[in-house]
């Protein structure tokens, strides 16, 4: 049940069964889950046939040709492309079975609550506690830059199970309720003007034992698993030439004669190359995950595309003379989804300020390519082998 | 879409090439070689060409080449790059040849470069970009005068194709002219004055799109070369910074100098996809111009910076003759003139993708 053509025949079977005309949305997709063609590298009875991953192509051609509704991914990101890998590898049959049918047809939306005020780029020093009292955990602290925390149903949550062992080891990874009474969700607005994501605070928040995930104490570990796959959504998207920022600049290039200098259009020319040449960085990454052959270059996509949004987006502003000077809103929304295209240049540049901040600093991602592509040494750590409670804060 | 990937051939040719590189060019015995009077590597250039097949891969079979591609020449320069060969492989297969392919009539010509019998070498200076204006000879009385410099790899050329004022393209053979060494940035690949007296030449057909179609090709496959002395010199740089310690740890594990490998590493990546992206397109005759215009605006700066870190990061070693990281460097300096320089190709993208100046 790996074959391409028997994957194109069982998904015109299910539209055959269920005709996307005549189908309320939402038994669309439960039906789609149930038949598993939500993901079909998933196992079977989870949304999947355990089928490779790049197979999953053929059934969103063949659905797209018959016009069938999807889960609106953008919306459910954080569900699809972090909790969910992590609940497949991590979880119990009873979570796995309870949680991924509503997260993937988007009638729960999740949100993740890492970091912390105190703990950035250094997450493993983490301070929200969660105590065991019975059958329960008992969680108390401070949750910040959540997207989607305002509309989510569940969490996915690390807090400090042991304050007594080295950071790392005293991590336990569970889902929160996002209606239970002890959590309160902030706007936090952003230089944008508006408030995409939220603080989050927790007061003594009841967590059944039922909802952690892995073992107590082995969140690190687990948290492992949506950290990395938050990174390659992050830096992964297909574009066509001129597909990312660069197209609206080229756009208002040749639209407004009137805007052009010498010095922009140089630096505008070599934007352009950087641009169409990290586009066919990550088109060879995609094709090397197709051959089965994944490389270490995924590592680096995050990268080159922050400072490509920041670089192009701050021209885009300086092309736009007078009008640079302007900015489209600066109304406190809080919106669903990050929007680039639908706002002007002064959102994008302030916007792609965070892309070298959010997923991980692209100071952090640099070292992470250096140790682990590159081999070379770690810095010295003075925390590694100190009880958390030790440490400076 | 370009497929951006090595077969498994291409992997295994480029495995058989760096054996042969391995045992046959090591930097030492380059070094000792370039200030000789031979700085050219012929019986590198024997095994590659004779041995190998290699000077022949853009050739079809018929005409007595290996009828392979741009994708498999730019795997055999990528390893030339590495080792900073001192062998006339981009200029006589790939310059030349492509040169020969675009005239009517290149008559034995074409099939004694693919052998690797005869060495051939377009007599266009080194630094002309693809559609930049070139040099010519004068044609009187049935014979050539006139001088061109900085034509690369002259010196060992059994034959040049050489540009006259008529517009046409004439073999000229080397024993007909007189050829004098330049003192040369990168001596690996070191350039020539040509000096052509009443020299006698068989017309080939016209110049024009023969030496645009070689210099494009050129240029295109060059990126595959530059990434090659890149990966060098960024793989050199940080096994040296494993090895080498100060203040008592590897040097490597200070997070100043990791972050500028880890530069240079993820600027490798994308020249990777550049360099392919360009020898694709010469393969399928699909979006050349762009592609090969991206790959050039994209490699020199990325190969001389990779270059730079590694001299710099060498610390004291790196500025020494001894050491090979300036064959490296002046490859790569040398490399982002030849064939036009990064800003003329984006002058040429700015017209291609219609980004024209103000």
């Not at chain 1, 950290?227 to 920022?245: D, K, Q, S, T």
Request: glycine share 10%; net charge negative; hydrophobic share 40%.
């Amino acid at each position: 049940m790996t074959d391409a053509a028997e994957l194109r025949r069982r998904t015109q079977e299910f539209l055959a069964a269920h005709p996307p005309a005549g189908t309320a949305r939402q038994d669309f997709l439960r039906a789609r889950f149930d038949a598993g063609l939500a993901w079909v590298h998933f196992p079977e009875g989870l949304g999947g046939l355990g089928a490779p991953r790049t197979l999953q192509a053929v059934v969103d051609a063949e659905l797209e040709a018959a016009g069938a509704p999807d889960n609106d991914p953008r919306r459910i990101g954080i569900g699809l492309g972090m909790a969910a890998p992590t609940i497949l590898q991590y979880g119990t049959q009873e979570q796995k079975e309870r949680f991924l049918r509503p997260l993937w047809t988007g009638e729960e939306v999740w949100c993740q609550l890492f970091s912390e005020p105190g703990a950035g780029s250094d997450l493993a020093a983490l301070g929200t506690r969660a105590v065991r009292e019975g059958g329960h955990w008992v969680v108390d602290g401070q949750k910040v830059w959540t997207s989607s925390a305002h509309l989510a149903r569940w969490a996915i949550l690390i807090a400090r199970t042991d304050p007594d062992v080295p950071k790392h080891r005293g991590i336990t990874y569970f889902v929160c309720d996002m209606t239970d009474p002890g959590v309160e969700v902030r706007p936090l607005r952003q230089i944008t003007g508006e408030a995409e994501f939220n603080e989050v605070f927790l007061t003594g928040v009841r967590i059944p034992d039922a909802h952690r995930l892995g073992e107590a104490g082995d969140g690190w570990r687990v948290a492992q698993t949506t950290l990395n796959n938050e990174r390659v959504a992050i830096g992964g998207m297909r574009l066509p030439r001129e597909g990312g920022m660069i197209g609206p600049v080229a756009k208002t290039w040749r639209e407004r004669p009137g805007l052009r200098t010498h010095d922009l259009h140089q630096r505008l020319l070599k934007l352009w190359v950087e641009a169409e040449v990290a586009r066919l960085t990550g088109e060879r990454l995609r094709q090397q995950l197709v051959a089965g052959q994944p490389g270490p270059e995924g590592a680096g996509m995050k990268l080159g595309f922050a400072r490509l949004n920041q670089e192009i987006s701050g021209l885009e502003v300086e092309l736009r003379g007078e009008e640079g000077l302007l900015y489209d809103d600066w109304t406190m929304r809080r919106p669903e989804l990050v929007d680039f295209t639908g706002r002007d240049a002064g959102y994008r540049y302030l916007r792609a300020k965070g892309n070298s901040i959010e997923g991980g600093t692209s100071e952090v991602l640099l070292n992470i390519v250096a140790e682990r592509v590159l081999g070379l040494p770690a810095e010295p750590r003075t925390d590694k082998d100190v009880p958390w409670k030790d440490l400076a804060r | 879409m370009s497929d951006l990937l090595y077969s498994e051939e291409e992997e295994a040719l480029r495995a058989a090439v760096r054996d042969l590189l391995t045992d046959h060019c090591d930097a030492a015995g380059v070094i000792a070689r370039i200030e000789s009077d031979a700085p050219h590597d012929l019986s590198l250039w024997k095994s590659l060409a004779d041995g190998m097949g290699l000077a022949g891969l853009l050739v079809p079979e018929d005409r007595g080449g290996q009828g392979a591609t741009h994708r498999e020449t730019a795997v055999v320069l990528e390893e030339l790059g590495r080792a900073v060969a001192p062998v006339p492989y981009l200029t006589s297969a790939v310059v030349a040849t492509e040169a020969l392919l675009a005239c009517p009539e290149p008559g034995g010509l074409l099939a004694s470069l693919a052998s690797g019998r005869r060495i051939g070498a377009l007599a266009v200076g080194l630094h002309t970009a693809p559609r930049a204006a070139f040099a010519t000879v004068r044609l009187e009385g049935g014979a050539l005068h006139g001088e061109l410099t900085g034509i690369a790899d002259a010196a060992v050329a059994d034959v040049l194709l050489v540009p006259a004022d008529d517009g046409g393209l004439y073999a000229v053979e080397a024993g007909a002219v007189t050829v004098t060494p330049q003192t040369s940035l990168d001596l690996t690949r070191p350039l020539a004055r040509i000096v052509l007296d009443g020299a006698r030449g068989r017309r080939l057909g016209d110049a024009e799109p023969a030496v645009r179609r070689a210099l494009r090709a050129g240029a295109g496959l060059l990126a595959s070369e530059q990434l090659g002395v890149a990966e060098w010199s960024l793989t050199e740089t940080v096994r040296h910074l494993k090895d080498r310690k100060q203040f008592n740890r590897p040097v490597g594990g200070f997070q100043a100098l990791k972050h500028r490998l880890a530069q240079s590493w993820l600027e490798t990546v994308n020249l990777r996809a550049a360099a392919r992206n360009a020898a694709d397109a010469l393969t399928t005759g699909e979006d050349v111009d762009v592609a090969v215009a991206v790959a050039q605006s994209y490699a020199a700066p990325v190969a001389v910076r990779a270059a730079e870190e590694a001299l710099q990061l060498h610390g004291g070693i790196g500025m020494t003759w001894e050491h090979p990281v300036h064959l490296h460097l002046k490859r790569a300096k040398a490399d982002s003139i030849a064939y036009g320089t990064a800003g003329a190709h984006r002058e040429e993208l700015a017209e291609l993708v219609d980004l024209r100046a103000p």
